[in-house]
């Protein structure tokens, strides 16, 4: 797909001409695509506010999601949105710019959720919950403003394994982020069409790119949270049997309620036997 037209959006110029980065860049485009197609996330002349934050995921987002719909594979219209939440040193310049220098129609959006998170999480404990709802509740206001239907974020499927272990460590709860929802108040979607991309490679996809990352410096500088110990444990299982995160991932695509205990899912007291011996 991607060598049958020689021209490229923006967001590749300068991109390596290496066997390896091609290949990369045709897997991640793959595999955004057929999460788009399986999950059901096309609703045509649509319109998608694509979050920013500036780190490598968001950068991947962005640039396959205007991949696709630069070969008319994605008929919708694409709006990139960077949330300013006020953190001290923010580069507030650098998104801005590039965005323009792109040719990539955005928003960029000042709130200040740093000093509320600062004020109202007690010492000691981690911002992301708090930061994250703030964070959610104020894209939700700008999508309504801008006329889309959908939030699309950057999660990939390492942050969709790592929940999963969250949930279950922590939470006494089999869940994880879904690749499709629809909000509380029931006017727009969320998605993550990065589902089946793997976090190694958004790193290895916006580095090569040379896109200029931003690092979250409010959760980013605290110690011992509980979603950086699971990714050690699940480096450490990955490490002694490489491959296993893709075969954990794909337990979630394959859940079998009459194998589990939730009697809400599976109803355990209606099974008959269809054969009862008399």
Not at 104 to 122: A, G, L, N, W
Not at 197 to 215: G, L, R, S
Request: proline fraction near 6%.
């Amino acid at each position: 797909m991607l060598d049958e037209n020689t021209e490229i959006h923006a967001l590749f110029a300068g991109a390596p001409s290496t066997t390896e980065y091609k290949k990369l860049r045709k897997r991640i485009v793959r595999q955004t695509r057929e999460a788009i197609e399986q999950f059901g996330m096309i609703e045509r002349d649509a319109k998608w506010l694509v979050c920013l934050s500036g780190g490598k995921d968001s950068y991947t987002l962005l640039a396959v999601l205007h991949e696709l719909k630069w070969r008319g594979l994605l008929p919708v219209e694409l709006l990139a949105c960077n949330l300013d939440q006020g953190q001290p040193n923010f580069p507030a310049t650098v998104l801005p710019e590039f965005l323009e220098r792109m040719g990539v129609p955005h928003r960029i959006e000042y709130e200040d959720t740093y000093s509320i998170v600062k004020e109202k999480v007690p010492t000691g404990r981690t911002y992301c919950a708090m930061c994250s709802r703030l964070r959610r509740g104020n894209l939700y206001r700008i999508a309504r403003e801008e006329g889309c239907s959908a939030v699309v974020l950057g999660h990939h499927r390492d942050d969709m394994l790592e929940t999963f272990f969250m949930n279950l460590f922590h939470g006494g709860r089999l869940a994880t982020m879904p690749p499709k929802l629809v909000n509380d108040e029931g006017d727009l979607f969320v998605y993550r069409p990065l589902a089946f991309v793997a976090e190694a490679d958004c790193e290895k996809f916006a580095n090569q790119m040379n896109y200029p990352i931003i690092p979250c410096d409010l959760c980013g500088s605290q110690d011992g949270l509980q979603r950086q110990q699971v990714k050690q444990i699940l480096d450490t299982w990955e490490k002694n049997s490489p491959g296993r995160r893709q075969v954990m991932f794909r337990s979630l695509m394959n859940a079998r309620p009459s194998h589990l205990l939730d009697s809400q899912l599976f109803d355990f007291a209606g099974l008959v036997r269809p054969n009862p011996k008399e």
